[in-house]
């Protein structure tokens, strides 16, 4: 079974900063890619950034150069720099793993719990 875990959200003013991380955990998995997404209250989960095999990376376009995904290697552990931060981007993100699981030989997505960003003054 693989665990992802997220950290890094917190309260920040308008124009501020946040770096997310998403950890990944198990016993024998290997990450194809990883991908953040956000739900604001009332709304739909929507995706934010996702970093794939090779380094291929996409955005949402309401984050276009504003936020920066990154991973090591392995995508092991995944960070969303977010910078420029709006009150519109306040909402819990998740992360998402496309991974498989050696022990248990199946190919599956994984989520995390999420982790609160609030933007306000």
């Known amino acids: 079974q693989v665990q992802l875990v997220e950290s890094g959200g917190g309260l920040v003013q308008p124009g501020g900063s946040l770096r997310l991380s998403c950890a990944a955990s198990g016993s024998a998995f290997t990450v194809y890619g990883m991908v953040w997404y956000r739900q604001a209250p009332g709304k739909q989960r929507d995706l934010v950034a996702g970093?794939?095999?090779?380094?291929?990376?996409n955005y949402a376009d309401s984050v276009k150069g504003r936020f920066t995904i990154s991973g090591d290697n392995a995508m092991d552990t995944v960070y969303l720099q977010m910078n420029t931060l709006k009150p519109e981007d306040t909402a819990v993100y998740y992360c998402?793993?496309?991974?498989?699981?050696?022990?248990?030989?199946?190919?599956?997505?994984?989520w995390g719990q999420g982790t609160q960003v609030t933007v306000s003054l």
């Open positions: 998402k793993a496309d991974a498989y699981d050696f022990n248990l030989r199946v190919r599956r997505d994984y």
């Open positions: 970093i794939f095999s090779g380094g291929r990376t």
